[in-house]
């Protein structure tokens, strides 16, 4: 199903949960305890926002995957919709943006979870600066913590993604 130019998609990204300081490697760092209580957290949160994702991005990092089985578990959502992407875990955000674009046109509803700089980065050029006033505030004043996300309706095919073409809904940081 094609959706064409003109509809509506929810983008959701995310950082990961806070993850432990050590690990035989960076691509190995597990989830702290904290880190398992704000990913669950986020997915109940976004769960009383009524957002449910037809696919998942995932970093194929340990902390990221740990994160999307909180966040999916908080939510109570399928975990079969998820994509673990070897690509997302360095990408930088070119990349990362060449990675959303070739999401299938008939995902609605896309969640990304990934890490920082790139997902503090790519949600500061998706944002046209025209959305709720609250999320950008805490967006800024905030910044990206670990278990941040945001949440942008986007116009039009996912191809098409890229500066200024997101309409900034919320921002959820929890008590990080």
Do not use: C
Request: no cysteine.
């Amino acid at each position: 199903m094609d959706l064409g130019s003109g509809a509506s998609r929810r983008l959701v990204i995310m950082r990961h949960a806070k993850a432990e300081a050590t690990a035989p490697s960076d691509h190995e760092r597990p989830l702290a305890s904290r880190g398992r209580a704000d990913a669950e957290a986020a997915g109940r949160w976004l769960r009383g926002q009524g957002i449910a994702p037809d696919l998942a991005l995932v970093s194929d990092a340990v902390r990221t995957r740990q994160t999307w089985e909180q966040v999916s578990g908080g939510a109570g959502w399928d975990e079969s919709t998820v994509d673990f992407s070897a690509g997302l875990y360095a990408a930088g955000s070119d990349s990362a943006f060449d990675l959303l674009r070739e999401t299938d046109p008939a995902v609605t509803s896309l969640i990304v979870i990934g890490h920082n700089p790139t997902m503090a980065y790519v949600a500061e050029l998706i944002d046209d600066g025209e959305g709720d006033p609250d999320a950008t505030t805490g967006m800024v004043t905030r910044g990206f913590p670990t278990s941040a996300l945001v949440v942008f309706t986007v116009e039009g095919p996912w191809a098409d993604l890229g500066p200024g073409t997101g309409r900034l809904e919320a921002f959820h940081a929890g008590d990080a």
